[in-house]
């Protein structure tokens, strides 16, 4: 029986801490502690030893050494059942040490700071915290080891119940220690691959995520699969979504949310966005929500059955009443009003999220996985300014059409490439998606908005490399067109546009999505 007789207690996060010890002090254990800790509990009137007691030897160097030391770490370290383990504790008068509950350092929540020095970061690197720590997860089989405030109740509880924490229980607090002190030196390794002007691509990607949630399946039912949540974020976006109806969120669901959200997120005024398959069916904006969501859905309302709905402002009564009226899988926006509530939610199913809009982010990545790698790429969160776009055309767009070009150049950047965008009046008319060429990307695009197209503008979100799709525009009556340019044919589509009396704008920036 594995029965604590000894614990040494040394935490930067101090929740909780006073009433473990009480609690283990009534169990009989005693206590060892370092500095701070030793403090508040010796403050509230429980027997604690001072580490350097158990040492001998002061600390010194402000800190840096007062655990690092052999009747610290033979404690920890020893083999009970080994009879040289046991020899050598005899000899040297080692006590051992049965439970070690340590929290290192507060270095990530220093150097978020934004007046944080190099000197203020590397004091904040926590080194006798990780060698305890590490020396009894190693040493689960006999020692438990506790690096998070919320388990301090469960080992508690098992001590009470049985005398000792189970062994399973040791290992599973010995994985969660190796995690913590993984993730302790990541964020160390990011920090300095930092400051050594690395920048978003250092040596050796360190990337810390923790599981939110197993899920059903992946992207077909024979695919096992989970959501992991960046450690420690807490910035806007999907992955701190607040559920507030309707099932758990499959992955389908969740890379459908993330792709609608980010599209809504690209208009200053009120929009609405619905994707399937990580396209948009339909996008619209409009003086209201409600306005720019039926925009949304008249675009393609085939499509829009089962799809995800993205809208950039708080869902008020009118839109909710209208979405109501469909089959959504779910519904993301920053808000819902209370009237919104009380219509959407009498669909038990419909997901309905609450979150912040995401933000450009420039230190954001963008993985990809391959066999036995990952690619690794700034997201796209980039647009090209009017003012460096280029017409390259004879006609010049007009006003109105300048307007829609813009509408349909945002739009195209979330679609997969190839990608055509046909639009007018603030929202989609067609969109043609993920195709091989672009003539075909254009023709299902314009044959989506059919006579709608006459009158309205093409974005493409890369250049074109012959004449054809400007000519298939023309024919269907499109006006103005806007593309990256950059074609060893440029000249070619410039010509068929003049001919057809088209306005071209070149943007100088593509938006290939694979």
Excluded at 166 to 188: G, K, P, V, W
């Amino acid at each position: 029986m594995m029965k604590i007789k000894r614990a040494l207690l040394s935490v930067s996060d101090k929740a909780g801490i006073v009433e473990f010890a009480k609690a283990l002090h009534s169990l009989g254990v005693e206590l060892v502690s370092t500095g701070g800790t030793m403090k508040v509990i010796k403050e509230a009137g429980i027997p604690v030893t001072y580490v350097s007691e158990v040492t001998g030897f002061p600390e010194i160097m402000d800190g840096r050494v007062k655990t690092l030391n052999p009747y610290i770490h033979g404690g920890i370290l020893a083999i009970r059942d080994n009879p040289a383990h046991q020899a050598a504790m005899a000899e040297h008068h080692i006590t051992g040490i049965d439970l070690v509950a340590v929290n290192l350092y507060p270095f990530r929540q220093t150097v978020a700071k934004p007046d944080v020095t190099l000197q203020d970061a590397v004091e904040n690197i926590d080194i006798g915290g990780p060698a305890m720590i590490r020396a009894a997860a190693k040493n689960f089989h006999y020692v438990t080891v506790v690096v998070n405030p919320e388990r301090y109740e469960a080992v508690i509880a098992q001590l009470k119940a049985g005398g000792e924490v189970a062994f399973d229980n040791r290992m599973a607090l010995a994985q969660e220690a190796f995690s913590h002190t993984a993730a302790y030196d990541a964020y160390i390794s990011r920090y300095l691959s930092g400051q050594l002007g690395q920048g978003l691509f250092p040596q050796t990607l360190h990337m810390v995520y923790e599981k939110a949630q197993d899920l059903r399946y992946g992207e077909n039912p024979h695919q096992a699969a989970a959501f992991y949540r960046e450690q420690y974020y807490t910035g806007p976006g999907v992955a701190n979504a607040k559920q507030l109806n309707g099932k758990e969120l499959s992955f389908n669901n969740i890379v459908d949310v993330e792709a609608a959200y980010a599209l809504a997120a690209e208009f200053a005024e009120p929009a609405a966005a619905i994707i399937k398959h990580t396209n948009p069916c339909g996008t619209g904006i409009g003086a209201t929500l409600a306005e720019a969501y039926s925009k949304a859905y008249q675009a393609d309302p085939l499509s829009a059955y089962g799809g995800i709905i993205a809208l950039n402002r708080e869902v008020d009564q009118e839109t909710a009443r209208q979405i109501s009226e469909l089959f959504a899988e779910a519904v993301i926006a920053p808000a819902f009003s209370q009237e919104a509530l009380d219509i959407l939610t009498k669909k038990k199913n419909v997901r309905l999220l609450a979150a912040a809009l995401p933000q450009p982010d420039s230190s954001r990545l963008d993985v990809k996985s391959v066999a036995g790698g990952i690619l690794s790429q700034q997201t796209d969160m980039t647009t090209a300014p009017q003012a460096d776009m280029k017409v390259i055309t004879k006609r010049q767009p007009t006003a109105a059409e300048w307007e829609q070009l813009l509408f349909a150049w945002k739009v195209v950047k979330h679609v997969k490439s190839n990608a055509i965008v046909v639009a007018n009046d603030n929202k989609t008319l067609g969109v043609g998606a993920g195709q091989m060429n672009r003539v075909g990307a254009a023709g299902i695009a314009l044959a989506q908005a059919g006579d709608q197209a006459k009158g309205a503008v093409l974005a493409s979100d890369a250049f074109f490399p012959f004449g054809d799709t400007v000519k298939a525009a023309g024919e269907a009556g499109i006006t103005a067109i806007i593309q990256p340019g950059g074609s060893v044919h440029d000249e070619d589509s410039i010509k068929v546009a003049d001919e057809l009396g088209i306005a071209m704008v070149f943007t100088g920036m593509r938006h290939f999505k694979h």
